[in-house]
Every structure is written in structure tokens, then in C-alpha cells.
């Protein structure tokens, strides 16, 4: 196969483009998608302060270092999970890849906090992922809020949204259903929440880490096992090698002719309150997180 | 015979084909992983030569 702008041999072949490409003409692609997507859905421009959320793993590490090459200016912001070796290992990724590309980043350690999700799964009775979604949330949110940013950015790709999308179809939850653009204006404490990756597939962004020599951590987190989300991404990946484009089509079709029909009028909007703890937006008196919080004190 | 590293580092052996055959016979899926060869990735057309060591990495993640 050959490279559809050059003819020198291709390194990857995207179908549902019907072309290959070499790898200077890959990263060309792939930064024009994310360029397509910032700008179709309004997500920032060289004045925004952007916080990008870091876990170690492919997506977000794409994200952050593209970012920063094409010019804007991003911190990345990492919570380390304190789950075992996993962690261990990916704040060492996180910290080398920072130090070698040059890139601003904020850490918050839930060790050194005296909160690991592993002591929390202990004495909350949730899930870990909900315990950890839930917190993850909140350091991102108050660390974009203290700092003052004006966008948070997360490595979500093409894959995890129209995995999550067909999720809540299967579901018919009305209330994610309406939250599933790529740019969402979400809370008043932070103004915009993006998804620069949301054109580019899994496949896409694991070989531009690949051809970049951007090392992210290949292992799961080891509380992801079972994740429902897989049976839904192998679902699509099923439908797509049948029919090249359908993740695509599936995902930014439903966010243009079929989101807003589940969107929240402002007068049907749960009223927000400012956690009496934290000081951090919260749909309660005392946040979720800082109630899981008393529990370990 | 192909040597291939699977993501977990087991390696399989499998006769010479292309690398699409190769995904299709380990029970793979085309877009859920890639395929290398040293420092460089090869597209499911590329026929693998005998004694050729090649790795799959998976770029599916659960979280
Ligand atoms: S798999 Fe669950 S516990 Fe692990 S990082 Fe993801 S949300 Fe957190
Ligand atoms: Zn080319
Ligand atoms: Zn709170």
C-alpha cells in the first residue's frame, strides 16, 4: 500500500478514508483532524489557558504534546490514583514525559493526601470506578477553578465516545444522552470541557504515539477488568471493519441532528450549589466527593 | 513460520501470510490493533516473510 499523497510505502491504512499514509503525511492528517474538530465545535483558541487531563495512558499524552507543538498553551494536570504498581508506573511516565518534552504539569497525589482509591474502595461502599470517577472529578475541577483556566481538555477519541453513546442508547439515558458533545459548556466554575481527539480513532491515535515515540503506559488499570465499555467498543470495531466509517457516522450524526433533542431546557436544570466543604460546584449542599471524604477521616 | 509478540509478551508462531490473514487467524480485530516490525508499523496488506519477527500492540483501553 502506498501513501495516498506521496506513494512512498504507507505505515498505516485508514479504510474509512479509503488511504494510506507515510508517516509525515499521517501526522499531517492527524493534526488537521484535530485542527477540523477545534474549530467546527468552537472548543478554544491561542488565548485560552487549557488544563489537559493526564492518566498515562495513549490518548492524553497524544494530547497533550500535540497541543503544546501546535502553539497553545497547556498544563497537564495528573492525579495519581494510588492503585499499586499501576500508578507507580504511570507517574513515572507522566513525570519523564514531561521533562522530555518540556511541558507545565500539576500533580496531586491521593497517597500524599492520605486518600488512595485503594482505602477509599475500603470504606465507601461503592465501586472503585465510581469512587475514583467521582474523585478524579473533583481535583480536575478545583485545580482548573484555583488556576484559573479556561478550558479542561480530556484524550477522549472517536472510540470511547461512540462506545459511551451507544452505551447510553442501549440504555436510552435522556439525561448522558444530552451531554455528548465534543465541547461542552458545563459548569459555571469552568467554562468549557473539550475534546480535541473526538475525529480520530483509537487505532489513529495509538499509531501517531507509535510513529512519535510517545511511550504511554499499555497496562490497564487493574480495576478496568470487565469494563463494560469494551463489550462496547469491540461491538463497534466489529461494525466498522464491515463497514469502514460507521463510528463516525454513528457518533458525529447523533451530535448533530440528535443531541439537542436531549438537552436540558435552563429552567428544567437542577440548581447548582457551592460545596459547603470544598467551595466547589456541586448539585448537593456538601459534594459527593467530600461526603466519601468524612469516611476515611 | 512468523514469530509474533502478543500484547501480553506471549509469542505465537504462524504460517507466512499477509498481516490481515494474521489478524483474522489470532482472533483479532483490524482497528483494534497494530501491527510492527522493529521501529515501524505494517499495514494488513504487507505480506510477512519467513522468519520474520513481528508485534501486535492493542490500542483498545477499558477505563
Ligand atoms: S479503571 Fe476505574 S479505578 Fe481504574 S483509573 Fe479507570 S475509573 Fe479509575
Ligand atoms: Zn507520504
Ligand atoms: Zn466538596
Not at chain 1, 513515572?92 to 482509591?117: D, R, W, Y
Not at chain 1, 449542599?285 to 461526603?291: A, M, N, R, S
Not at chain 2, 512468523?2 to 504462524?14: A, H, L, N, Q, R
Request: glycine share 6%.
Amino acid at each position: 500500500m502506498k501513501c495516498r499523497k506521496c506513494g512512498e510505502r504507507a505505515l498505516i491504512s485508514l479504510r474509512r478514508h479509503n488511504a494510506g499514509f507515510c508517516k509525515e503525511h499521517f501526522n499531517e492528517f492527524f493534526v488537521r483532524q484535530v485542527e477540523k474538530a477545534i474549530k467546527k465545535y468552537e472548543m478554544f483558541d491561542y488565548s485560552d489557558k487549557i488544563m489537559v487531563c493526564i492518566s498515562g495512558g495513549k490518548d492524553s499524552l497524544v494530547l497533550w504534546y500535540l497541543l503544546h507543538k501546535m502553539g497553545f498553551d497547556t498544563t497537564g494536570m495528573y492525579v495519581n490514583l494510588g492503585i499499586g504498581e499501576y500508578s507507580e508506573k504511570s507517574l513515572e511516565k507522566v513525570k519523564a514525559f514531561s521533562e522530555k518534552h518540556g511541558l507545565k504539569s500539576i500533580i496531586v497525589n491521593l497517597t500524599q493526601l492520605g486518600h488512595p482509591i485503594t482505602l477509599m474502595e475500603k470504606r465507601v461502599k461503592r465501586t472503585a470506578c465510581a469512587i475514583c470517577g467521582t474523585t478524579k472529578r473533583h481535583y480536575f475541577n478545583k485545580v482548573a477553578h484555583e488556576n484559573n483556566f479556561d478550558i479542561v481538555a480530556t484524550g477522549h477519541n472517536l472510540d470511547d465516545e461512540a462506545a459511551r453513546l451507544l452505551g447510553n442508547t442501549m440504555r436510552w439515558y435522556p439525561e448522558y444522552l444530552g451531554k455528548m458533545s465534543p465541547a461542552l459548556s458545563a459548569d459555571s466554575q469552568i467554562k468549557k470541557k473539550v475534546k480535541p481527539l473526538i475525529r480520530l480513532t483509537e487505532l489513529e491515535v495509538g499509531a501517531y504515539a507509535f510513529m512519535n515515540g510517545i511511550y504511554y503506559i499499555a497496562d490497564e488499570c487493574p480495576k478496568s477488568v470487565g469494563a463494560t465499555s469494551m463489550i462496547y467498543k469491540n461491538a463497534l470495531n466489529t461494525l466498522e471493519t464491515e463497514m469502514p466509517g460507521t463510528k463516525h457516522y454513528f457518533y458525529s450524526e447523533f451530535v448533530k441532528n440528535v443531541a439537542h433533542k436531549f438537552e436540558r431546557e435552563e429552567t428544567e436544570k437542577k440548581e447548582m450549589h457551592i460545596c459547603s466543604i470544598c467551595g466547589i460546584e456541586s448539585f448537593l449542599e456538601v459534594c459527593t466527593f467530600c461526603k466519601m471524604l468524612e469516611k476515611i477521616k | 513460520m512468523v514469530f509474533v509478540t502478543m500484547p501480553d509478551g506471549s509469542i505465537k508462531e504462524c504460517q507466512q501470510k499477509r498481516i490481515k490473514e494474521i489478524i483474522l487467524e489470532l482472533g483479532l480485530n483490524e482497528n483494534a490493533v497494530l501491527v510492527a516490525k522493529g521501529d515501524e508499523l505494517l499495514t494488513p496488506d504487507i505480506y510477512v516473510a519467513n522468519r520474520d519477527e513481528i508485534r501486535i500492540i492493542s490500542v483498545v483501553s477499558g477505563g
